[in-house]
């Protein structure tokens, strides 16, 4: 890993740029609490859309202005992500139409990621990177629904931190879970179109029966 000079540290401390480490992937377990608090200090907690709600069923538009409005959003988006108790949240989630999503998502080794990605890109991986994980899986916008679904328990999206830098993130296990999951959403899928119609229904049952543990959007 890169050696951070002072002030990367104080940089990632306050939520800002990250550093890189020597493969050119941004490092995000560095000091997650200070960042994660940071973002969320500085944020409202907005209630979440659910499904059948149209900002999350199509393709959210890019960012294209990195600025002090998109920098809130980001603030709110940890909030919001606290409030709902998730490890990761897309801003169609809280009925924003841009491509930007916000991750706090321990890995299978237990360490702790932090960050946000804007204009995310989900890499096509050789066949050798692509063992997948038949995990159990749930969304903030489906809520109290669960159902297993194989993934590639390996993921690397490109795109910009908020500040429009390029980056690049990678994870495994739960963590390369979350990041599939939160690109999906910002192309208009969520877990439940890639189930069977067996599944599907199944899932939208167990959302109907349940009572969510935070503030939601009803459809109208």
């Known amino acids: 890993m890169a050696q951070q000079d002072t002030d990367q540290q104080t940089a990632a401390k306050a939520g800002g740029v990250l550093p890189v480490d020597d493969e050119g992937f941004v490092v995000d377990t560095e000091n997650p609490e200070e960042r994660e608090a940071a973002y969320r200090g500085r944020g409202t907690s907005r209630p979440i859309t659910v499904v059948g709600n149209p900002v999350l069923h199509k393709e959210c538009k890019d960012v294209t202005e990195f600025d002090d409005e998109l920098a809130q959003l980001v603030d709110d988006m940890f909030a919001s992500q ?3 108790e998730g490890v990761g949240l897309a801003a169609n989630q809280i009925g924003v139409d841009k491509k930007v999503f916000v991750y706090d998502c ?3 080794e237990g360490k702790r990621h932090v960050g946000v990605v804007c204009n995310p890109v989900l890499q096509d991986l050789p066949a050798e990177q692509r063992r997948l994980d038949d995990g159990n899986e749930g ?3 489906v809520p109290t629904a669960y159902a297993e679904l194989a993934r590639p328990d390996y993921a690397v999206v490109k795109g910009q931190d908020e500040k429009g830098n390029p980056i690049t993130v990678r994870g ?22 890639r ?3 067996r599944d599907r229904k199944d899932a939208l049952k167990q959302m109907e029966e349940g009572t969510p543990r935070y503030e939601v959007v009803p459809n109208d």
């Open 82 to 84: 606290r409030t709902a």
């Open 106 to 108: 321990p890995d299978d």
């Open 139 to 141: 969304c903030l916008s």
């Open 172 to 193: 495994t296990g739960f963590f390369a879970r979350c990041l599939q999951h939160e690109t999906d959403h910002l192309y208009g899928y969520l877990y439940i179109d």
């Open 195 to 197: 189930l069977s119609k």
